[in-house]
């Protein structure tokens, strides 16, 4: 799986691994990603 968060001129790879990789991460929750973005200072 992977994670690519685009702006309006570029594209970034953020997160990539297995999906039990994603799973252990993320849990398979969009508020969980969101939060992982946040404090990884990708979104605001």
Not at 13 to 28: L, M, N, P, R
Request: hydrophobic share 35%; proline share 0%.
């Amino acid at each position: 799986m992977i994670l690519i968060v685009f702006d309006e001129q570029e594209a970034e790879v953020i997160w990539a691994g297995s999906h039990e990789e994603y799973d252990k991460t993320f849990k398979g929750n969009k508020k969980t990603i969101e939060t992982w973005l946040r404090k990884q200072g990708k979104i605001k």
